[in-house]
């Protein structure tokens, strides 16, 4: 018979239960793995994908419910069958208040076995059905953030649904504040895989040291610190979709790992050697040139390829100022409805202020300006042109200081200024003036250090 997706693992001290349940799960088409016990079992359950678990309730050492408990602990999604005598029904009925499927008592018959696991595989997929109703729903309030109807948009919006139920990796890029994260969000819901996790790890804030085991996890004991093993994200992630946020910051001694991990789909963890298969999809972003990286031999190329399979460029709202009277919309309705304001109104001529301004840091900005002019008009006032605080990005407030009050600055004086100017402006928040300044979080703790500026 042909094999089907799914993998069970039997679990039973007794051998020739072992032995014919597994016959018959082969000839029935699934995968399977057979386990002597509770501990066997947990160490499967840490190597492999494992659908569904059918288990002895009374074994020696770990029994039926514990293991139970722990599994559900671990990995909630994965089924548990219980096999029990007559005369532990009760325990059975305790099992299956505890997370258990359901029971099959001894001596138990193949149909019974049979009927119990399409049973349990049935419920799951009615049960992602409307977990897919329900992320569709996700997924129109998430394309709701997602304001335009310029052309640049709408074709961003045929990108999401062509490459949304597929498995493509795909690159995300654009400036800071453009929307890369809701665009890669909405992918998500779309997909088939809207009802597992979707995770992100922001990749300029690893620490280089931390890499592996943030990525990959650890084993117990692999490292000074290690008192459990733990799971790193690509396993958090598995069967659903993992965001590399700003994925150009990953140090180049690295890149090679990923890109191993990304063409095989397994993962061995720090201080661990079974190789552990992950089924994750892949969305990353940057906000730098890729190309640029690549030729000043910062970012590989081959790690570059597999991950731009699916590009989407995601354009400044410089480039999308028809956008920007229906953002305003959305934003005043948004800030009216949270400060319990009646629905605000914006003067002609602040709009057009809005409309001429460039926006260096494209949507989040205008969402700051914006709830900040909210505030300042008070419940009953339009939101008028002195309503409208545009900050000075720190490169031109250092040329208003200095260049125009005393001569011009040398090029480093000017970078001390700017990096000073980003951190008083966002109260000292190292990954909002990284980002300010157009730099990863990392190149600004190395600047802070060439100018003694805090560790």
């Known amino acids: 018979m042909k094999e089907n997706q799914y993998q069970i693992l039997v679990v039973d001290d007794d051998q020739e239960i072992l032995t014919v349940l597994e016959e018959f799960l082969r000839s029935c088409g699934y995968k399977v793995l057979v386990a002597g016990n509770g501990k066997e079992a947990l160490e499967l359950l840490g190597q492999h994908k494992i659908d569904l678990i059918i288990s002895d309730l009374i074994m020696p050492e770990i029994k039926g419910i514990e293991l139970l408990e722990r599994t559900k602990k671990m990995y909630p999604d994965t089924g548990f069958i219980i096999i029990t005598a007559y005369g532990t029904i009760n325990l059975a009925v305790e099992a299956m208040q505890k997370g258990a499927f359901d029971f099959v008592t001894k001596p138990f018959s193949f149909p019974n076995i049979d009927k119990s696991i399409k049973r349990y595989f049935e419920h799951q997929s009615l049960r992602r059905e409307n977990q897919y109703l329900k992320n569709q729903l996700s997924l129109h309030y998430t394309q709701k953030k997602l304001i335009g109807q310029s052309e640049a948009m709408q074709r961003i919006y045929s990108h999401i649904n062509v490459v949304a139920r597929s498995d493509a990796t795909v690159f995300i890029r654009g400036e800071s504040g453009t929307g890369k994260e809701l665009i890669a969000r909405a992918i998500h819901l779309a997909s088939d895989r809207a009802d597992k996790p979707f995770l992100k790890v922001n990749c300029a804030a690893v620490p280089e040291t931390l890499f592996e085991s943030t990525f990959f996890g650890h084993q117990k004991g692999a490292f000074s610190g290690a008192h459990q093993t733990k799971k790193g994200i690509f396993e958090e992630a598995d069967g659903g979709t993992l965001l590399l946020d700003e994925i150009s910051e990953i140090p180049f001694s ?48 081959d790690l570059f390829y597999r991950l731009n399979i699916f590009p989407i460029e995601v354009p400044p709202l410089r480039e999308r100022k028809e956008d920007i009277p229906l953002l305003v919309d959305h934003f005043l309705t948004v800030f009216s409805k949270k400060y319990h304001y009646k629905k605000k109104k914006i003067t002609k001529e602040a709009l057009n202020q809005l409309l001429e301004y460039d926006w260096p840091g494209n949507i989040r900005q205008m969402e700051n300006i914006l709830e900040r002019a909210v505030l300042l008009s008070g419940p009953d006032d339009p939101i008028a042109s002195k309503h409208l605080l545009f900050e000075l990005d720190p490169a031109q407030k250092v040329l208003d200081d200095d260049h ?52």
């Open 254 to 301: 690295l890149q090679a790992k990923l890109l191993r991990v990304l063409q095989e789909m397994t993962i061995i963890r720090v201080g661990g050697t079974v190789e552990i298969p992950v089924d994750v999809r892949i969305i990353a972003t940057s906000n730098r040139n890729m190309s640029e990286l690549i030729e000043e031999g910062k970012f590989r190329q």
């Open 404 to 455: 125009f009050n005393g001569g011009l600055l040398t090029l480093k004086e000017m970078e001390e200024k700017m990096i000073k100017a980003a951190l008083q402006k966002t109260g000292y928040h190292r990954e909002k003036a990284a980002s300010l300044l157009g730099i990863s979080v990392r190149t600004l703790r190395n600047k802070l250090k060439v100018y003694n500026m805090g560790n």
